[in-house]
């Protein structure tokens, strides 16, 4: 059975950084894609990086140079560390993952097991 489980979110000021840590089990995280994706109010779900199957990593533009995904297979286990949080970064995070083969993409609908979510707030 696939499960995945972040935790990490949490309330920080502007300029400050956070890690999100999604744990996984019921398969083997380094032979499947893996994303972390976001959901503010009132917004849709996007995508904000992924480890795809294909070797290539994501990321979207309002991220980039702050955010760095990474994943230790030995604990089958994602990361997502945030630096230089901004306030429009706040929204409930999701790591989720796709069946072998498929998830080319970093667009949720590609994604077919989703965690529980993990709330970041970035306020004064």
């Known amino acids: 059975q696939v499960q995945l489980v972040e935790s990490g979110g949490g309330l920080v000021q502007p300029g400050g950084s956070l890690r999100l840590s999604c744990a996984a089990s019921?398969?083997?995280?380094?032979?499947?894609?893996i994303g972390w994706f976001r959901q503010a109010p009132g917004k849709e779900r996007e995508g904000v990086s992924c480890?795809?199957?294909?070797?290539?990593?994501f990321y979207t533009d309002s991220v980039k140079g702050r955010f760095t995904i990474s994943r230790d297979n030995a604990k089958n286990t994602a990361y997502l560390t945030m630096n230089s949080l901004k306030p429009e970064d706040t929204a409930v995070y999701y790591c989720?993952?796709?069946?072998?083969?498929?998830?080319?993409?970093?667009?949720?609908?590609?994604?077919?097991?989703w965690g529980q979510g993990t709330q970041v707030t970035v306020s004064s």
């Open positions: 989720a993952t796709a069946p072998p083969g498929i998830g080319s993409s970093c667009v949720a609908s590609g994604f077919g097991s």
């Open positions: 019921g398969f083997i995280l380094g032979y499947r894609s």
């Open positions: 480890i795809l199957y294909t070797g290539s990593t």
